[in-house]
């Protein structure tokens, strides 16, 4: 069973669209963090959100949290070739007895912006 | 400041040979976690360590995979017997205290044949 899906799980566009990329559970998170992962490397923390109804953003990139802290999506402007990569979300849940550090992975949204 | 280092960052073996990895975490970094990334997957993660403890090895395939950690600083991670579906990245990170901003390694690919 996979606590947390991601959509779409390929994408790719032209250097200046917009995109967004969803992330979905059916529990509600105690937290969740975004990632960025480029090929060869490891992942790289990009946010994390804990309120729900958050919006935080990082230069083009704007993140938002659901009300309800069940979802989130990541909004990028303007993409550039510099933002290709593997977008990962992960979290913790409210109810799920793993340990304090156990956060789950979504299967991630491979981004590819071409120039 | 350095980084999470690992080595290797490649190798290739033959289903049921032995296999080994090493990871150095940030300096200072009380926890140190070992993922496994399967291709096409996010990372699960095996085993977390605080200081040279064992915190949670609950998804650690423990008749295979082995970890340790002697004087809380450095890391390896074994595996004995390896199987094809250990073909994998495995990845390193650390963090200052259990539940912190985790810092990634680049990770070991490994491709067992």
């Known amino acids: 069973t996979q606590l947390l899906e991601q959509s779409p799980q390929f994408l790719s566009i032209q250097e200046g669209e917009n995109l967004t990329v969803y992330c979905n559970s059916s529990?509600?998170?105690?937290?969740l963090q975004w990632y960025r992962q480029e090929p060869g490397e490891g992942p790289v923390l990009l946010v994390t959100v804990v309120t729900g109804g958050e919006v935080k953003k990082l230069k083009r990139l704007t993140f938002q949290f659901g009300d309800a802290r069940k979802d989130s999506s990541l909004h990028i402007t303007a993409a550039q070739p510099g933002d290709t990569g593997l977008y990962l979300c992960?979290?913790?849940?409210?109810?799920?007895?793993?340990?304090?550090?156990?956060?789950?992975f979504g299967k991630g949204t491979k981004l590819s912006v071409k120039p | 400041e350095a980084g999470v280092a690992q080595s290797p960052r490649y190798k290739i073996i033959e289903k049921r040979q032995s296999v080994a990895f090493w990871c150095n975490p940030i300096s200072g970094h009380a926890t140190l976690y070992w993922y496994q990334q399967i291709l096409g997957q996010g990372p699960k993660l095996l085993i977390q360590f605080q200081n040279n403890g064992v915190v949670d090895d609950s998804q650690l395939p423990k008749d295979r995979f082995s970890a340790e950690r002697l004087k809380g600083v450095d890391s390896t991670l074994k595996i004995q017997p390896a199987k094809l579906e250990d073909s994998a990245v495995y990845l390193c990170a650390s963090s200052l205290v259990g539940g912190g901003k985790r810092f990634f390694g680049p990770g070991t690919r490994l491709t067992v044949l």
């Open positions: 992960a979290g913790n849940w409210e109810n799920y007895g793993g340990s304090q550090g156990n956060l789950i």
């Open positions: 529990s509600v998170f105690s937290s």
